[in-house]
């Protein structure tokens, strides 16, 4: 998965079993907004997207920070 020229996600299928590494046809999963960071999950399944909020949105979001969660489980 990744960006391509025009800013959009695209994902392609590949396979690496046996003796050839085969790549299948990129197909575009949809537009990604402008300046937008991108990673994938080793897995392949998730991504995380950065995105710069847009004109006449807030410019601040607010964040919750959850320390010592893994605590809250075993209750």
């Known amino acids: ?6 800013g959009s ?3 392609v299928d590949v396979s690496g079993s046996g003796a050839a590494f085969q ?3 990129p197909r575009q ?3 990604a907004p402008a ?5 994938v999950t080793p897995d392949g399944k998730r991504f995380l997207m950065t995105v710069s909020p847009g004109q006449g949105q807030r410019t ?6 959850v320390l010592n969660w ?6």
């Open 23 to 25: 790549v299948g046809t």
């Open 29 to 31: 999963l949809f537009p």
């Open 60 to 65: 601040s979001t607010p964040i919750t920070v």
């Open 1 to 6: 998965m990744g960006l391509n020229p025009a």
């Open 70 to 75: 893994q605590a809250d489980l075993k209750r």
């Open 9 to 11: 996600v695209m994902a």
């Open 35 to 39: 300046r937008t960071g991108l990673d």
